[in-house]
């Protein structure tokens, strides 16, 4: 294996290993692109003290990593800012050393290199949530080439099983970890759960006052949306309250009927066709042109949530199945993750869940707080006063909240045992957690059934290369109120002018790069959910461009290595024949290539008897010397080498 190519397949595992732990190509490009610059320049020397210090450094930090991951796996001791914080300084430490390494032998790569591209890894392998399988592979493919490629006397068999079982074994143990730990996880956590807080979510999930606060900072993409026009996407309906923290209703699931192609409008046909999947819909809900298709790729699959717009009326998605509860939520089958689906809904209205309530749904909606403040009492007594119908009960709260307080993402602590009035009564800035549980307690206190909702904001701001870009940034909580004559209408007491000035940040480059993002995403899907006739064409047209540009490189290295190249000080060739001149140039070009140039100031017999062990292979190395040592005798023995000996051994260096 030549050194050149050994460092290429090198900076290929350092590229990999940052995307890994950057989890997006882009952040990964400025160490890949030091990385490959390794490939053709190397520092000349390197002091030992700085080796020293990168390996040191590296044990550092990866002891770092390692405990991180231990201690967060047991319990959340960081907050999300500070554990980014500190993931972001590891990684980018671990990508600096592993790309520093690359740059000079002098480094030790198994205490050194190696560690640090595993801590990258491990890193990326740490969020359960992220997709790092093909950054993973990237990097285990450019190892085994690593592995495969070393010099060796001789390809025994032992050699050749060792190559083939230890990276099936190294799959085989990697996918029991990956299913195991998880579901090991989840059953600890469960488990812990119903120790410290026996039937603590027995009525389902939950969500505490400031936990979507933790997000807004967060530029992850979780979800593309390419709609028409924004909306809100619902994912959870909470209706109970305990002054901190709400808590999920339970509500019956039904099973959506599916639905042929004949109760689509002909407007709708291409959304569906470009929708992978199957489509299901309520044969109360009659699908018109004048709806809303919106197709969601999501970045992140959660299972047993797909965030939608309110009214949906079609479903197409991938699943043999799929529900939708009393809330008016999407419910996939359990344990099921969805990359893609397409939601048809109403566009006008604000209507999230039409229809009737049964009374104790709507008794669950109107109850308070234990000990709720007597200040909501009488605020919701002079917002009521006068006001007969849910509705003008609703838009007077609305507009108060909004208005006498300020949306602010650095509200400040609360001390207080009820945050909520403390947030309307006293601070009067927060987030829009406060903001909708500030409105649902005022309007309960007027017998108007409210309930919390929490999902994504979809704004026009969020538009980025043809789609809505939607972020974890983007989390958002409103409310629903119940109007008898028309049923759970939905309702956002957040100040929108503020809201939209505090998360629209247009960047033209940034559109420009979602564009290629969710192209290939699109194309992604297309594969995945691509007939086989589709995918083998796919699959043939790319072996094809693989195969030719290998060909190129093959045909462009034999140019290479035929033409004769320029020999470093090397002695006056008038004395010999072009020949064996053209010789010694080859053997210079193959230590050039094993990353072992020859020097100005060296001579050729020096250079080969001084070369490591490991740089070349026992046959090229010995070839070498001879082809020396014939240029030698010629050219300052006068003893003539025969045109056989000068042709076998050029025959050596094709």
Same mark, same amino acid.
């Given at each position: ?147 495969a490629a070393t010099p060796v006397q001789r390809w025994s068999p032992k050699r050749i099983a060792a190559l083939t079982v230890y990276p099936v074994g190294g799959l085989v143990v990697a996918q029991a970890i990956v299913g195991v730990l998880p579901l090991a996880q989840s059953r600890f956590e469960e488990y812990a759960l119903g120790i410290m807080a026996p039937g603590g979510r027995a009525a389902g999930s939950s969500t505490r006052l400031g936990e979507l606060s933790e997000l807004k900072l967060s530029k992850r993409v979780v979800l593309r949306v390419f709609a028409s026009a924004p909306r809100k996407l619902r994912s959870q309906v909470f209706t109970t309250f305990d ?237 629903? #109120?119940? &109007? +008898?004559? /028309?049923?759970?209408?939905? @309702?956002?007491?957040?100040?929108? *002018? %503020?809201?939209? $000035?505090?998360? !629209? ?59 004769? #190249?320029? &020999? +470093?000080? /090397?002695?006056?060739?008038? @004395?010999?024949?072009?020949?064996? *001149? %053209?010789?010694? $140039?080859?053997? !210079? ?25 490991d740089a070349l292979t026992a046959e090229l190395r010995q070839t070498g010397l001879r082809a020396v040592e014939c240029y030698y005798r010629e050219r300052f023995g006068g003893a003539r080498a025969s045109d056989e000996e000068i042709q076998e051994l050029s025959r050596q260096f094709k």
């Amino acid at each position: 294996m030549t050194g050149r190519f050994e460092r290429a397949a090198l900076a290929v595992l350092v590229g990999a290993s940052a995307w890994a732990f950057a989890r997006s190509p882009l952040p990964a490009a400025p160490w890949l692109v030091l990385a490959l610059a390794s490939a053709v320049w190397q520092l000349p020397t390197v002091p030992a003290r700085v080796v020293r210090a990168a390996r040191l450094a590296v044990d550092v930090v990866v002891a770092v990593v390692v405990g991180l991951g231990w201690t967060l796996a047991a319990y959340p001791v960081l907050s999300t800012g500070t554990e980014a914080l500190v993931t972001a300084l590891c990684g980018h430490a671990l990508a600096l050393l592993a790309t520093l390494c690359l740059f000079s032998p002098a480094f030790p790569r198994p205490s050194t290199f190696y560690p640090a591209v595993a801590g990258l890894l491990a890193l990326g392998c740490y969020n359960p949530e992220a997709r790092v399988r093909v950054a993973v592979g990237i990097a285990g493919l450019a190892l085994f080439l690593l592995l495969a490629a070393t010099p060796v006397q001789r390809w025994s068999p032992k050699r050749i099983a060792a190559l083939t079982v230890y990276p099936v074994g190294g799959l085989v143990v990697a996918q029991a970890i990956v299913g195991v730990l998880p579901l090991a996880q989840s059953r600890f956590e469960e488990y812990a759960l119903g120790i410290m807080a026996p039937g603590g979510r027995a009525a389902g999930s939950s969500t505490r006052l400031g936990e979507l606060s933790e997000l807004k900072l967060s530029k992850r993409v979780v979800l593309r949306v390419f709609a028409s026009a924004p909306r809100k996407l619902r994912s959870q309906v909470f209706t109970t309250f305990d002054g901190r923290a709400w808590r999920a209703g339970v509500g019956d699931v039904t099973a959506l009927a599916p639905a042929s192609g004949e109760q689509l409008p002909a407007a709708l046909e291409a959304w569906a066709a470009a929708t992978p999947g199957s489509s299901f819909g309520s044969a109360s809900a009659e699908v018109t042109a004048s709806d809303l298709a919106t197709r969601i790729l999501q970045s992140l699959p959660t299972a047993g949530l797909l965030p939608a717009p309110a009214g949906v009326r079609l479903v197409r998605a991938p699943l043999p199945a799929i529900g939708v509860d009393t809330f008016g939520l999407l419910r996939p089958p359990a344990e099921t993750d969805v990359d893609v689906y397409g939601v048809v809904t109403r566009t006008a209205g604000d209507v999230a869940v039409a229809g009737p309530e049964t009374p104790a749904r709507l008794g669950a909606s109107l109850a308070l707080p234990p000990e709720t403040d007597p200040r909501f009492g009488e605020l919701a007594a002079r917002l009521g006063s006068g006001l007969t119908t849910p509705r003008q009960k609703l838009n007077r709260t609305l507009s108060y909240v909004s208005s006498a307080c300020r949306y602010s993402l650095e509200p400040g602590a609360f001390h207080g045992r009820q945050p909520v009035a403390e947030f309307l009564f006293e601070k009067r800035r927060g987030y829009c957690e406060y903001f909708a549980s500030a409105a649902a307690i005022l309007l309960r206190q007027q017998g108007v059934p409210a309930r919390y909702v929490t999902g994504f904001s979809v704004q026009e701001g969020n538009r980025e290369g043809g789609h809505y870009v939607v972020r974890e940034a983007d989390a958002h909580a409103w409310i629903e #109120a119940y &109007v +008898a004559d /028309a049923g759970w209408v939905e @309702a956002d007491p957040t100040p929108s *002018a %503020e809201y939209e $000035a505090l998360h !629209d940040e247009p960047d033209p480059l940034a559109a420009g790069l979602e564009w290629l993002r969710a192209e290939w995403a699109l194309a992604w899907v297309s594969l995945r959910f691509a007939d086989w006739r589709r995918r083998l064409v796919l699959t043939a047209w790319t072996a094809a461009v693989a195969g030719a540009a290998w060909a190129l490189w093959r045909w462009r290295r034999r140019r290479r290595t035929r033409r004769p #190249a320029r &020999v +470093a000080a /090397a002695p006056s060739p008038g @004395a010999v024949r072009p020949e064996l *001149a %053209e010789l010694l $140039a080859r053997v !210079d070009g193959v230590w050039v290539r094993a990353g072992h140039p020859r020097p100005v100031s060296r001579a050729p017999l020096e250079h080969a008897l001084s070369l490591p062990p490991d740089a070349l292979t026992a046959e090229l190395r010995q070839t070498g010397l001879r082809a020396v040592e014939c240029y030698y005798r010629e050219r300052f023995g006068g003893a003539r080498a025969s045109d056989e000996e000068i042709q076998e051994l050029s025959r050596q260096f094709k």
